[in-house]
Nanobody, 118 residues
């Protein structure tokens, strides 16, 4: 199993930027696909951006062109660069790992709060 720890959340004004980082306790390559989810108050947790071990990426329509996900397999980290932030981006953001082989289990970080407000 893998433990995930997020950092980088905080309060930012609309139009601002934040960079979230997730550090995994074990090697993420080639075992895990990685990603970021978010959950706003009163809403279900939703995928924001995913990145596979081969480097493919997938973004929610609401963040395309604004967010960029990346992974550094040597450092066992996954980052989410968030630009042009909007109030509707306010949510708890969770790092996500999916084991590619075996049981294909899902793993989650504890979450980090992102608040976009003036």
């Amino acid at each position: 199993q893998v433990q995930l720890v997020e950092s980088g959340g905080g309060l930012v004004q609309p139009g601002g930027a934040l960079r979230l980082s997730c550090t995994a306790s074990t090697s993420i390559f080639p075992t895990y696909h990685m990603g970021w989810y978010r959950q706003a108050p009163g809403k279900q947790r939703e995928p924001v951006a995913l990145i596979g071990r081969s480097g493919w990426t997938n973004y929610a329509d609401s963040v395309k062109g604004r967010f960029t996900i990346s992974r550094d397999n040597a450092k066992n980290t996954v980052d989410l660069q968030m630009n042009s932030l909007k109030p509707e981006d306010t949510a708890v953001y969770y790092c996500y790992a999916k084991r590619v082989t075996g049981l294909q289990d899902d793993y989650w970080g504890q979450g980090t709060q992102v608040t976009v407000s003036s």
